[in-house]
């Protein structure tokens, strides 16, 4: 029997005295203090934290707030530079919304971040987890937070049997039951905390749990059997070559497309990326190339792997060229990096 106003009572006293102190939270006794969150704040600090840990978040949410003190300043910023400032976090069509949402704010709602759900789900690149997330903190409306720690807590809690992804949707429902008028930011919070610190994905500390009594899946000692989970195909394999024309200390660089992946962002010329590797003779800018290595990169859907090409150059030919490629994606890093390597060896 799952007794829900107990069960909240419960998580929040543990949120009270063991919940985490982030940077850009507003905490239980920061709130007795007058302390107001910023749903600016909040919303970068969700945007950047998605797919990505939050000890490899933060700095880049310090560095941002120190650039972009504001909405405003962030919408009035030149896109290449945020995308430059994003480069390292991944998944770049987040820093493509990011910059397109602050346009959307400064315009539409007078830089005034708005923290209300309904209008939250208008803005570009904020889904529901995250209009959730800041209307629940910033507004203390009672909607109902579910990320993949809620996703682990929940489906253990209540042992719930559909798979993910196909189950999502009634999990999320399911979560909803729990949700109540009384500090949902602290609850939604709270309930993230549990998933992050206690119930993690391979060893939970159950002992520990505010919930323990409540959960089915430790009753029955089956914990780390939930959610379940479709059984992933094995990762796909793409192959291309990537060209490294130098000048002294400078590589000629090419802007990606914005619609497809790293979208937007700064690089060096590559080849197509295909399911087997391709005819070098493909290679553009006809010239002699060396091959001086070879990088693995792996992102979400697939590995890749590059044959790293050099070129040398005396005159500086027709394009963009940098020394600087600390606004580079990490693939592109690790092949210039590859390519300065064996110059320097």
């Known amino acids: 029997m799952h007794d829900i106003p107990d069960m909240r009572r419960a998580l929040l006293r543990w949120y009270d005295e063991q919940g985490r102190t982030l940077p850009w939270r507003v905490r239980p006794e920061d709130r007795a203090r007058g302390v107001v969150p910023d749903p600016y704040a909040i919303w970068l600090s969700e945007v950047m934290s998605q797919q990505t840990t939050l000890p490899h978040a933060t700095p880049y949410w310090r560095k941002f707030l120190a650039a972009f003190p504001t909405v405003t300043d962030l919408a009035d910023a030149d896109r290449d530079v945020v995308l430059s400032m994003w480069a390292g976090l991944g998944y770049y069509a987040r820093a493509r919304n990011l910059h397109k949402c602050a346009g959307v704010v400064r315009d539409e709602h007078s830089g005034t971040f708005p923290t209300d759900e309904t209008t939250l789900l208008t803005l570009p690149g904020i889904g529901p987890y995250t209009a959730a997330t800041i209307a629940a903190i910033c507004a203390e409306e009672a909607t109902n937070i579910v990320d993949g720690n809620v996703e682990r807590v929940i489906s253990r809690v209540f042992i719930y049997e559909p798979p993910l992804p ?180």
């Not at 993230?192 to 000692?221: F, N, Q």
């Not at 490629?325 to 320097?344: D, Q």
């Open 166 to 345: 196909k189950g999502r949707k009634g999990l999320r429902e399911l979560a909803g039951t729990l949700v109540r008028a009384d500090r949902p930011g602290d609850y939604g919070q709270a309930l993230m905390d549990l998933g992050a610190t206690i119930c993690t994905p391979k060893s939970p500390t159950c002992l520990l749990c505010p919930w323990e009594k409540w959960c089915v899946a430790h009753a029955k000692g089956v914990e780390t059997e939930y959610p379940k989970k479709i059984k992933k195909v094995k990762t796909p394999i793409r192959h291309g070559y990537a060209y490294i024309l130098r000048h002294a200390d400078k590589v000629l660089v090419e802007r990606r497309p914005d619609g497809g992946l790293l979208g937007g962002m700064l690089g060096v010329p590559t080849s197509a990326w295909g399911e087997k590797p391709i005819d070098h003779s493909a290679a553009p800018m006809k010239r002699n190339w060396e091959k001086v290595g070879d990088v693995k990169h792996v992102f979400t859907h697939f590995e890749l792997r590059l044959e790293v090409f050099v070129g040398e150059v005396h005159v500086m030919e027709e394009g963009e060229w940098t020394a600087d490629i600390s606004g580079f994606p990490t693939v592109f890093r690790k092949v210039v990096e590859a390519a300065l390597k064996t110059k320097s060896s």
